[in-house]
């Protein structure tokens, strides 16, 4: 019993990232209806990747992702992804601007729109930050050139290098759950033996 336990210690200690996302009830008790505000009902929110969205909405509304231009003009003609059947989850699985409109006639430019700006998720280590280089010659002057001749160019030395690999928060919370369950698998085979 004292290993089960400790195998769920340890699974739980492997995936505290798991439990951190967020689900955003759009428009809260109200739902997704023409009567809410939505840029005020988002404005104090920060939706992070991982997080998810969940619609609520009568049989007469739709939620749909569209553009920003399709956003702005409340536009129906190129939707993406549309969702119908009154209740509907999206999952925040990259980073960025997102768009979503009711594509009902009118419903859109009654105020049926949210847009939300989605951050990658903190992988937890902080960056590194980066120091200009400093003249290794001590400070000295840079002796004058002669009139009547060229300037010799000096090939610049600052090197910038590339930036990180993209680490989404979603791959990071799937190894960390992975590593869970073969600590406990691990360890309850171990236990067996």
Do not use: R
Request: net charge negative.
């Amino acid at each position: 019993m004292a290993n089960i336990a400790s195998a769920l210690l340890i699974l739980l200690l492997a995936a505290p990232a798991a439990y951190a996302a967020t689900t955003y009830t759009v428009g809260d008790s109200n739902g997704w209806t023409t009567s809410q505000d939505y840029t005020t009902w988002a404005s104090d929110k920060t939706f992070t990747v991982g997080d998810s969205l969940l619609f609520n909405y009568g049989f007469t509304h739709s939620v749909a992702e569209v553009s920003k231009g399709d956003y702005d003009s409340c536009s129906t003609s190129n939707l993406g992804k549309t969702y119908t059947g009154g209740s509907s989850t999206i999952p925040l699985s990259a980073a960025g601007p997102m768009y979503f409109i009711c594509s009902t006639s009118g419903h859109c430019g009654n105020g049926m729109k949210l847009a939300i700006t989605v951050v990658a998720a903190s992988t937890g280590t902080p960056s590194t930050p980066t120091t200009p280089a400093t003249p290794s010659d001590g400070g000295s002057t840079t002796p004058s050139t002669p009139s009547g001749s060229s300037s010799p160019t000096t090939p610049s030395t600052s090197a910038t290098s590339p930036p990180p690999p993209y680490n989404s928060g979603a791959t990071s919370i799937l190894y960390s759950m992975m590593l869970g369950v073969f600590l406990v698998l691990g360890t309850t085979v171990a236990s067996m033996c």
